[in-house]
């Protein structure tokens, strides 16, 4: 990335006017006018400055604060990442580790593929094609039966996708065991997938 984008990414994040980043640094408003506008680069240490800031971005510490919210959650939460060409378990909830049915406290840091049955196997792998872990889908929502220590639970899936610095992305899944109509008593339960673009693959 050229500091040119880097200084403007940083004001935006930061929500910075030219004058008050100069402030910061120590410079002219001058100075930061050139750097974004590529006209000269800033010295190695307000380099060195600025990519630490944009490493603490609001971003970063919004995807801190998120693991923090789904951590402390009562209800069935679960971190997913992807790693290695799987999709991990990176983090589970409190409601989820209490919850016990689908996951559990050793799933994490393990791999998603394999562990509810081929069901979930099959609906992942498509999810994939589509690029929940690549930002082209905003979020996503899965219908299936997973299987879990001998019994086949209705689970639905809400998937909801946040983009860190670097291309990391972080998966919040929200899991709803299903029961009642949903869980086959009245309406049929249908396992499928569906999931919404994101505005960048719709422009």
Same mark, same amino acid.
């Given at each position: 990335?050229?500091?040119?984008?880097?200084?403007?990414?940083?004001?935006?994040?930061?929500?910075?006017?030219?004058?008050?980043?100069?402030?910061?640094?120590?410079?002219?408003?001058?100075?930061?006018?050139?750097?974004?506008?590529?006209?000269?680069?800033?010295?190695?240490?307000?380099?060195?400055?600025?990519?630490?800031?944009?490493?603490?971005?609001?971003?970063?510490?919004?995807? /801190?604060?998120?693991?923090?919210?789904?951590?402390?959650?009562?209800? %069935?939460?679960?971190?997913?990442?992807?790693?290695?060409?799987?999709?991990?378990?990176?983090?589970?909830?409190?409601?989820?580790?209490?919850?016990?049915? %689908?996951?559990?406290?050793?799933?994490?840091?393990?791999?998603?593929?394999?562990?509810?049955?081929?069901?979930?196997?099959?609906?992942?792998?498509?999810?994939?094609?589509?690029?929940?872990?690549?930002?082209?889908?905003?979020?996503?929502?899965?219908?299936?039966?997973?299987?879990?220590?001998?019994?086949?639970?209705?689970?639905?899936?809400?998937?909801?996708?946040?983009?860190?610095?670097?291309?990391?992305?972080?998966?919040?899944?929200?899991?709803?065991?299903? /029961?009642?109509?949903?869980?086959?008593?009245?309406?049929?339960?249908?396992?499928?997938?569906?999931?919404?673009?994101?505005?960048?693959?719709?422009?």
């Amino acid at each position: 990335m050229c500091w040119a984008r880097k200084i403007k990414e940083l004001r935006f994040l930061e929500d910075l006017k030219q004058d008050a980043l100069a402030k910061q640094l120590g410079v002219s408003q001058a100075s930061v006018s050139q750097w974004e506008r590529g006209v000269t680069e800033p010295p190695e240490t307000i380099r060195a400055y600025i990519d630490a800031r944009l490493r603490d971005s609001p971003l970063e510490r919004f995807l /801190e604060s998120l693991r923090t919210s789904v951590r402390n959650s009562p209800n %069935l939460f679960v971190l997913l990442r992807y790693q290695d060409s799987g999709v991990v378990i990176d983090l589970i909830s409190e409601g989820t580790r209490n919850n016990g049915q %689908l996951v559990k406290v050793d799933d994490v840091g393990e791999s998603v593929r394999g562990r509810f049955g081929s069901e979930v196997d099959q609906y992942a792998s498509e999810l994939l094609k589509a690029g929940l872990f690549e930002g082209r889908l905003a979020s996503a929502k899965m219908q299936v039966i997973a299987e879990r220590d001998g019994k086949a639970l209705p689970v639905v899936i809400g998937f909801t996708p946040f983009h860190g610095p670097d291309g990391v992305c972080i998966l919040q899944a929200e899991i709803i065991i299903a /029961e009642g109509e949903a869980a086959g008593q009245g309406e049929p339960f249908e396992p499928g997938v569906s999931f919404v673009p994101s505005r960048l693959e719709e422009s």
